[in-house]
């Protein structure tokens, strides 16, 4: 009789405990006090009569353990109550790694955060070839706390381990393997078997602690030059005023080291600090209206196979690439053959910049994207994109044809960037199958994709379903009403013409993009600007100014005039070297930041008030969600209604 509530053990033949963790109620396996306290209490109970060793594995499809549970995080405001979790976590991973047998962790799917740090105290790790492993506390505003920080260092040395610490990113397993952090990564169906076969030798486990090199590199001289060098390099993504964590890690292991075991009691005093600071609980925020847009998107109501792109430009093209990357058959039309042989060719180069030298995978998504001249791929898709340039007349034309030619069932969707969809959609027998996708440029690179409906006209059926495209391509559903600019550039336009402003009042355009970047923004608005390029700023600025009354400053258009576009160009607010802007370091200027600082946030800030009045979307969290993640708007503010309501 199992006693357990997320835990069940049987013991094999050979005397080999086998631990399947499945946690009661949740999708995914996570680590909360519930949790741990049955870990714990399940590995005394193992000690009182040894076995031979000890498997701990899933029962769960969707992976091993996604990491702590990140609703305890929620609220923390004292140091106290966020040590004693950690302290609790602590104390797991120190049982797991002092039990007096082999213990071996079985990986299948993803194994995150203190899924990943409970592996590391155990003696071994096994993955699967497809798994992907990673510790991306750093992304919540915290850094490690179950004595990762000390255990990824030791298994993998420093090099590997902070840069995999500092950026969050994921590895999958036969990297992971190269690097040391796991022992085997091995495909699915020896997975078992290369299990049982390890904890059975029981071999010397992979630690790198007592090696020359690891000691040189530990020494205090060889820390102090490592930890300079790894803030010189945070510094140019992440700005130490608004994301501490990784800073405060870089802190720990100069200070402690992980020879000295006290570095294990200092990370958990530096998670309960850090996890109480606004940053981090903002990055929680955001990590929640993350998975709020992924659960709009459920893969079981549409699940299509075949896409196809009409327009061979560069976001016709791109997005076809990206959906080939995600293993759909794509076909690409375009009646100018020169303008699909550039497609291909952006493409394959794509492709060799994502996967390196796994020859395999480049070539599985070359098959993927076939060129299409002819169209014949319309009657055959699942899902029809069109990405012509943005007139009316010719995208109603289009649709009208294609609506003839399509599957009663397929999707048929507009990436138009600022034609409303209900004019588009008058062309057509059944306006009602129309949606629109509008992607972001990069495509590669931006995770929102805005769904656009029309309350009156878009079934609901093909809003669920484009929802569920959204995700199946690995992009994050935001449904926003039809309307000029719709959510993300009804919102950034306006704070980039405020930019223009400034920029006609005589202030350099690198105070201006400072101002944004201290603020907290990815990126300066003249310079993103430049970068989206100023024809598209000036032609959807147009649009606002006739539908909602917006500004255009004169000299934008004069600039487009002169062919002054920005980076395409070679000039615009700045000039544009080998594709980065040439800027002034230290600019003739000497007034105050702040009140420049104001005008641009302010007027972000009024926009997207007046867009969450207006209904584009349907709460204030789904604005800040597509803020978030279409513009990059400071992340750790929480989004600009949060913001606004919080300061």
């Given amino acids: 009789m199992n006693i357990y509530q997320h835990l069940s053990l049987q013991t094999d033949a050979d005397n080999l405990v086998w631990l399947s963790l499945d946690v009661a109620d949740k999708s995914a396996n996570i680590l909360n006090p519930e949790v741990i306290h049955e870990l714990l209490a399940v590995c005394n109970e193992i000690k009182q009569k040894p076995p031979r060793g000890l498997i701990i594995y899933s029962a769960k499809q969707s992976g091993f353990i996604a990491g702590a549970d990140v609703k305890g995080f929620v609220g923390i405001c004292d140091h106290n109550t966020a040590l004693q979790f950690i302290q609790l976590g602590h104390r797991l991973c120190d049982t797991l790694e002092t039990l007096p047998f082999p213990t071996l962790t079985m990986i299948d799917g993803f194994c995150l955060g203190g899924g990943l740090e409970l592996a590391l105290a155990c003696d071994y790790i096994v993955a699967t070839d497809s798994s992907k492993l990673g510790l991306p506390e750093v992304k919540l505003g915290i850094h490690p706390g179950f004595g990762g920080t000390v255990r990824s260092i030791r298994r993998m040395g420093v090099l590997q381990a902070m840069p995999l610490m500092l950026t969050g990113r994921n590895l999958l397993a036969p990297k992971a393997a190269k690097l040391g952090l796991i022992d085997l990564s091995v495909p699915l169906r020896q997975l078992r078997n290369s299990a049982i076969q390890i904890i059975k030798r029981a071999p010397q486990p992979a630690k790198q602690t007592f ?116 293993g759909f058959r794509v076909t690409v039309q375009d009646t100018n053959t020169d303008a699909l042989a550039k497609v291909m060719q952006r493409a394959n180069t794509s492709f060799k910049h994502r996967y390196k030298r796994e020859q395999q995978r480049i070539m599985q998504a070359q098959d993927n994207l076939l060129p299409d001249p002819n169209g014949h791929g319309i009657a055959k898709a699942d899902v029809i994109i069109e990405a012509i340039f943005e007139n009316l007349e010719a995208k109603q034309t289009l649709f009208a044809e294609v609506e003839k030619q399509a599957r009663s069932n397929a999707l048929l ?232 309501t919080t300061n």
């Fill in 211 to 326: 090696s020359y090199k690891y000691k040189l590199l530990e020494s205090i001289p060889a820390r102090k030059l490592i930890a300079k060098k790894m803030r010189a390099t945070v510094a140019q993504h992440a700005n130490i005023k608004h994301y501490p964590a990784p800073y405060a890690l870089i802190d720990l292991w100069e200070k402690y080291g992980c020879q000295n075991n006290t570095m294990f009691k200092a990370e958990a005093e530096s998670v309960a600090d850090l996890i109480q600071t606004n940053t981090a609980q903002n990055l929680i925020r955001v990590f929640f209206l993350q998975n709020r847009l992924k659960a709009l998107g459920n893969k079981k109501y549409f699940k299509p196979k075949h896409i196809h792109l009409i327009g061979g430009g560069v976001m016709g093209g791109d997005i076809a690439t990206w959906c080939a990357m995600q």
């Fill in 413 to 644: 969707a507009s990436n138009t960037s600022s034609i409303p969809l209900q004019d588009i959609a008058q062309a057509m027998q059944q306006p009602e199958r129309l949606v629109g996708l509008h992607f972001f440029n990069p495509v590669a690179k931006m995770p929102l994709l805005e769904i656009i409906y029309t309350a009156k006209i878009t079934s609901k059926e093909v809003l669920t379903q484009a929802q569920a495209f959204a995700t199946h391509i690995n992009k994050l559903p935001l449904p926003v009403v039809s309307s000029p600019g719709f959510l993300v550039n009804r919102i950034l336009v306006p704070y980039l013409l405020e930019a223009v402003m400034l920029y006609q009042e005589n202030i350099p355009a690198e105070v201006i993009d400072k101002a944004a970047t201290d603020f907290g923004m990815p990126m300066g608005p003249l310079e993103l600007a430049d970068t989206v390029g100023l024809d598209i700023c000036l032609h959807v600025g147009e649009i606002l100014a006739k539908t909602v009354g917006k500004s255009v400053p004169d000299s934008l258009a004069n600039d487009v005039k002169k062919g002054l576009l920005g980076k395409k160009s070679g000039k615009g607010f700045y000039q544009w070297k080998k594709g980065k802007p040439v800027k002034n370091n230290k600019p003739d200027w000497q007034g105050d930041v702040q009140p420049i600082q104001d005008r641009l946030i302010n007027k972000l800030l009024d926009e997207a008030q007046q867009c969450l009045d207006e209904g584009l979307v349907e709460d204030a969290d789904l604005l800040d969600a597509g803020t978030i993640f279409g513009t990059g708007f400071a992340p750790f503010r929480g989004g600009p209604m949060h913001y606004k």
